[in-house]
């Protein structure tokens, strides 16, 4: 089985109230929906549910959404993996937070599905205002 994953930086944190709103538009597109940490999330994601209808097999499609940087746990692997790069010349900020969407079983559908909940996630999460 192979993976992917795509990436949403952020400016802020993650404010409770729309860690909130992400964790309830999860349980709504999976059918296998398990918080492991705060703001890590395992799920088994029903493609319809996003909209993918032209699939080539039944079942879930395994994914995970992880919330990272300080207060929500892997800030080693955030820190890192932002120390190499200034991305403000490419984004217009510097990212304290992230969000990761891994696709754990990739195929070309996994790939739609990937794309489609980081859309869907741009959504639900904004950074929270000092």
Request: aromatic share 8%; net charge negative; charged share 30%.
């Amino acid at each position: 089985m192979r993976s992917g994953s795509e990436g949403i930086e952020l400016a802020g944190a993650v404010a409770d109230a729309e860690l909130d709103r992400l964790r309830l538009f999860l349980r709504g597109v999976s059918d296998r929906f398990e918080e492991e940490r705060r703001g890590s999330f395992d799920l088994g994601v029903v493609p319809e549910r996003l909209g993918v209808l032209d699939s080539d097999r039944d079942g879930l499609r395994p994914f995970a959404v992880v919330v990272s940087g300080p207060a929500f746990g892997d800030e080693d692997v955030f820190e890192a993996q932002h120390a190499d790069m200034d991305l403000r010349p490419f984004i217009g900020f510097a990212p304290t937070h992230d969000v990761g969407v891994i696709a754990k079983d990739w195929s070309r559908h996994a790939i739609e599905t990937s794309q489609t909940a980081c859309r869907e996630n741009t959504g639900y999460l904004r950074p929270r205002r000092p």
